[in-house]
């Protein structure tokens, strides 16, 4: 079993079984992980400024440095907080770690609706480039969801990066896209009793420049058009990096036979949605992925 | 250095506001937020301080806290956001509820007051780094509930924005319990689907909540049919409550708002504000149409306008 999850029982025994007299606020919180250095900054793109935390080691850097890829949107919203912890773990475990929030999303400046695939790309290489100046090092890219596919993006376009993990990313865009409108229809039913408008109104309204809402996201027709446009069976074929790729579904072939991949499924919760329960430590994808950080698999372009 | 540092401040040019990274101590434990603060060269001397939404970061549910936020330090208020223990960029990790509790748990934490240290901590930092010696604290959901437990005790509280705010501890409400007047208006909801072809697809497609239809119903026959009454619906929040009275005591202004679509809304009215006989100690206001988070545009403009004209009616010396 992996320090990470022993820390994390560890910790919440001791403060489980923390003396009578001691305060309830006390005991109702503790620490995961040793305290690592974090350091908030703005980054500055063509489009605005985004806000960016590193989490660097205690003592020695020993392992790659990571840039986080969130999720997107409401997505982005219940996954902060778990990887906020992600990376305080792998910096625990020696990784220089960069978070960074998306334009319009988080603490990231500019507004959701008026932002596109181009400029999550341009977000995602600003990221890399900070990362590369303060680390020294080619960064690693953990991506998550549709952060995953955004980095599987990155990498057809030739971004300089040392490896790639993929945390369930969104290997259907059109599906994605389809689940994200049924919110708006949903929403629809339970205020107007009736749905005014399918999936199919929202994209023509999208395309002529209306803003679709999704549980308060805008989505602008040209970011849907980008999404539908994907083609991300030809990105994973020319894979040519060392890749993690971990999913709570079964992996495709495409995926599974291309030798620079490493393909696992596993059953984590999802920890994008809306939680149903409480949640006290990162995901089982954390486990894998610190033990591949630890190999040297990433470091050599190793197959399966 | 160990821990949180802070980043340098940014201009924003749309909002004409100074936002500030910056970080405090709560019980050792150290809480990131976002300062906010008007372009203007003094600060206001009164501060707003904006509370986490439940498990949601310091930018709120789809950002409400960041379109607040930059729309009243643009109005002369400097407004701090900030995370508490245990969630966004904070330190701090829930060691209770044990990991797979219901996460009704954890809201129950944070009803009872959790985040009461973490905000007196946000409040003397807002003090401390501005000019304002008085403070709003502002809230939606469980934040609502965490601004009334600081809200009563700490003296520099003048005022407390509740949005949405549960008045029965979350562990408590379910299909068995839920309030008659919402039953009764499930009911007709069902009983004018019978008619929709849609309904019936549902039903039989396995989409429909067979849970919820079997719970709404079985307690529309008890309570129609055989009479039966629901007497734990009367459990309302006892440590808010307490709040409650200790703020309404000290004199401090007191908003609640609510969207009309919200159930939360449901019990507020129909356990909460009938105890005050039309005269309540309170401003309340309620958003037509909208749901528990404001997602359309419309409802999030006017949740924004009526906020800005009570902000302007209690601080007149604030200029909006």
């Given amino acids: 079993m992996l320090e990470a999850i022993e820390i994390g029982r560890r910790s919440i025994a001791r403060a489980a079984g923390a003396p009578q007299d001691q305060s309830e606020q006390d005991r109702m919180f503790t620490r995961l992980y040793d305290k690592v250095r974090e ?7 063509a489009n605005g400024d985004l806000y960016a935390v590193e989490y660097a080691p205690q003592g020695t850097v020993s392992r790659p440095p990571v840039v986080i890829a969130a999720p997107d949107g409401e997505e ?48 995602l290489d600003a990221a890399l480039q900070m990362a590369q100046r303060h680390s020294g090092q080619t960064p690693i890219v953990l991506g998550v969801r549709l952060g995953g596919t955004l980095a599987l993006a990155a990498v057809k376009r030739g971004t300089p990066m040392a490896g790639l993990v993929v945390w369930e990313p969104v290997v259907d865009p059109a599906q994605y896209v389809h689940q994200l409108l049924r919110v708006n229809v949903s929403t629809q039913m339970v205020a107007l009793g009736r749905i005014e408008r399918d999936r199919s109104d929202l994209i023509a309204d999208a395309r002529s420049g209306g803003v679709i809402s999704v549980n308060g996201f805008g989505l602008s027709g040209p970011f849907i058009d980008a999404l539908l446009a994907l083609d991300l069976d030809s990105k994973i074929g020319q894979l040519s990096i060392p890749t993690l790729w971990l999913s709570t579904l079964s992996v495709d072939q495409t995926v599974t036979s291309n030798p620079s991949v490493v393909a696992k499924r596993a059953s984590t919760f999802p920890f994008w949605k809306e939680p149903k329960s409480h949640r006290s430590g990162p995901p089982s994808f954390l486990a894998e992925t610190v033990e591949w950080l630890a190999s040297d698999r990433h470091g050599r372009g190793m197959t399966k | 250095m160990a821990g949180l540092g802070s980043a340098r401040s940014r201009y924003d040019e749309v909002s004409r506001t100074v936002q500030e990274t910056v970080s405090f101590s709560c019980e050792g434990y150290e809480l990131r937020g ?6 203007a060269p003094e600060d206001g001397d009164t501060a707003i301080v904006i509370l986490n939404q439940g498990p949601l970061d310091r930018s709120g549910a789809h950002r409400l806290s960041v379109k607040c936020a930059r729309r009243w330090a643009a109005r002369g208020f400097p407004v701090l956001r900030f995370d508490a ?14 990991n797979g509790a219901p996460i009704k748990m954890l809201y129950q934490n944070i009803e009872e007051g959790a985040w009461t240290l973490d905000t007196r901590a946000a409040i003397d930092h807002v003090c401390a780094a ?22 009563a005790e700490h003296p520099a509280v003048v005022a407390v924005i509740m949005v949405g705010m549960p008045v029965r501890p979350w562990a408590a409400i379910g299909i068995d319990s839920i309030v008659a007047s919402q039953v009764e208006h499930e009911a007709k909801g069902y009983v004018k689907k019978l008619g929709k072809w849609y309904a019936w697809r549902r039903f039989f497609t396995g989409e429909s909540d067979y849970r919820v239809l079997w719970g709404i119903g079985s307690r529309y026959v008890r309570e129609r049919v055989f009479g039966a009454s629901n007497d734990p619906l009367k459990s309302l929040n006892a440590s808010m409550l307490r709040s409650f009275r200790a703020v309404q005591g000290s004199g401090k202004r007191m908003l609640f708002v609510f969207p009309e679509n919200d159930y939360l809304w449901v019990e507020f009215r129909d356990l909460f504000l009938p105890t005050f006989n039309d005269r309540p100690p309170f401003d309340l206001h309620i958003i037509p149409g ?11 403009e006017q949740l924004f306008s009526l906020l800005e004209h009570w902000l302007q009616s209690q601080m007149p010396a604030v200029r909006l």
Avoid: K
């Fill in chain 1, 76 to 123: 982005r919203a219940w996954a902060a907080r778990t990887l906020v912890q992600v990376a305080r773990a792998l910096a625990h475990y020696g990784s220089m770690v960069y978070r960074f929030d998306h334009l319009g999303q988080g603490e990231s400046e500019g507004n959701y609706e008026a932002t596109t695939w181009s400029s999550r790309e341009a977000d």
């Fill in chain 2, 130 to 151: 501005t000019s304002a010696r008085n403070v709003v604290l502002a809230g939606v959901c469980g934040g609502a509930v965490s601004a009334l437990h600081a809200a």
């Fill in chain 2, 290 to 300: 909208a749901n528990h988070t404001f997602t359309e545009v419309a409802w999030q």
């Fill in chain 2, 34 to 39: 976002s300062l906010h603060r008007p372009a």
């Fill in chain 1, 39 to 45: 350091t908030p900054m703005w980054l500055s793109t």
């Fill in chain 2, 85 to 98: 223990r245990g969630v966004g960029d904070s330190e701090g990790d829930w060691a209770i509820p044990e």
